[in-house]
């Protein structure tokens, strides 16, 4: 049971030059969490997904933008992005996982 929950705090990993960057940089990672997710929890679920060990975890709230859509103006929703680092000798391939 516990184990299921924790897959669902992963939701998708965040593929972008900046994430990148700080994936050669400071053995980073990157990657987009249920908003109710605690460190925590977001520790537990990377190191039981990849069998890692996470050194730190912080976390950001994204605000959604604000869109036009024609007439009427609508909000994309928030979400919480999580940057994973890991000890030092430990790696994720995202290419692969």
Same mark, same amino acid.
């Given at each position: 049971? /516990? /184990? ?6 992963? =939701? ?23 908003? =109710?997710?605690?460190?925590? /929890? ?13 050194? =730190? ?5 994204? !605000?959604?933008?604000? !869109? ?5 103006l609508g909000k994309r929703s928030d979400w919480k992005k999580a940057y994973v680092k890991l000890q030092s000798g430990q790696n994720?391939?995202?290419? =692969?996982?």
């Amino acid at each position: 049971m /516990q /184990q299921i929950k924790l897959a669902s705090i992963l =939701t998708a990993p965040i593929v972008s030059e900046k994430s990148s960057n700080v994936a050669d940089k400071s053995n980073q990672f990157v990657f987009k969490v249920a908003k =109710t997710a605690t460190k925590l /929890q977001i520790k537990n679920a990377v190191e039981l997904m990849f069998g890692v060990k996470v050194e =730190t975890v912080r976390v950001l709230n994204v !605000k959604g933008k604000v !869109k036009r859509f024609g007439r009427s103006l609508g909000k994309r929703s928030d979400w919480k992005k999580a940057y994973v680092k890991l000890q030092s000798g430990q790696n994720i391939e995202l290419a =692969t996982a």
